[in-house]
């Protein structure tokens, strides 16, 4: 079966746009996390769903940043304003349900605030 | 809070020697450990984990890691590694719980494995 897909995988964008990345999640995976990963780090978690509820978003860096999944599937991060530390690449992962499950990453989109 | 230390940033070795990766983690409970290949332009692979039981577990593509409760570490070893074993692994340290971060990932910062063939 397919994997994670996010979309675009490359994204460039001028100071002060607003970016919208797409995460296409494994079909029946509950739970879903974004994190965002700078150059030479590991991924740094911002938020987490599970269905359609956004349980934790308390890695989001600032208000400039907004996550949904509304029907509990496709989820879409939204970044405003971008600014030149925004750019990195944003990982999306998925996961059955239990914390025993794997997450199942994506290969990320990177977004390179110009 | 959990995090996770890995003391190399890079490491180097031929092709056909052993390997061992290094992580340590801090956290108050017993954690859920991972081990993570990323490969350049590709998303992250798991390679193995570790949630109870046995503190030697087994991997894919060879590999094994060691939980050891009393040195805080979960290090990564292969006997024999190959070319294509090149990539960036990453350590990261997760927890039971459901609600919250609903076992969000910490990881670190990652470890380069160049192979000299």
């Known amino acids: 079966g397919a994997g994670v897909s996010q979309s675009p995988r490359y994204k460039v964008a001028k100071r002060g746009q607003d970016v919208a990345l797409r995460c296409d999640p494994i079909?029946?995976?509950?739970?879903l996390f974004w994190y965002q990963q700078a150059l030479g780090q590991g991924p740094e978690f911002l938020t987490y769903?599970?269905?359609?509820?956004?349980?934790?978003k308390s890695g989001l860096p600032s208000d400039r940043f907004f996550a949904e999944r509304p029907e509990g599937s496709v989820s879409t991060l939204k970044i405003q304003r971008t600014q030149q530390e925004d750019s990195a690449v944003y990982l999306c992962?998925?996961?059955?349900?239990?914390?025993?499950?794997?997450?199942?990453f994506g290969p990320g989109t990177r977004l390179t605030v110009t | 809070a959990q995090s996770v230390t890995q003391p190399d940033i890079h490491i180097t070795v031929s092709e056909g020697a052993s390997l061992e990766l290094r992580c340590n983690y801090s956290y108050g409970a017993t954690p859920y450990l991972f081990w993570y290949v990323q490969s350049p332009g590709q998303g992250l692979q798991l390679l193995l984990k570790?949630?109870?039981?046995?503190?030697l577990v087994q991997g894919i593509k060879g590999f094994e890691a060691e939980f050891k409760r009393s040195q805080s570490s979960f290090n990564l070893r292969k006997p024999s590694v190959h070319w294509s074993d090149a990539a960036e692994y990453f350590c990261?340290?997760?927890?039971?719980?459901?609600?919250?971060?609903?076992?969000?990932?910490?990881f670190g910062t990652g470890t380069q494995l160049k192979v000299e063939l």
């Open positions: 769903f599970q269905n359609e509820a956004q349980l934790d």
């Open positions: 570790y949630f109870s039981g046995d503190t």
């Open positions: 992962a998925s996961r059955r349900q239990a914390p025993k499950d794997e997450q199942y």
């Open positions: 990261a340290v997760g927890t039971a719980s459901f609600t919250g971060g609903g076992n969000k990932l910490t």
């Open positions: 079909s029946g995976h509950v739970s």
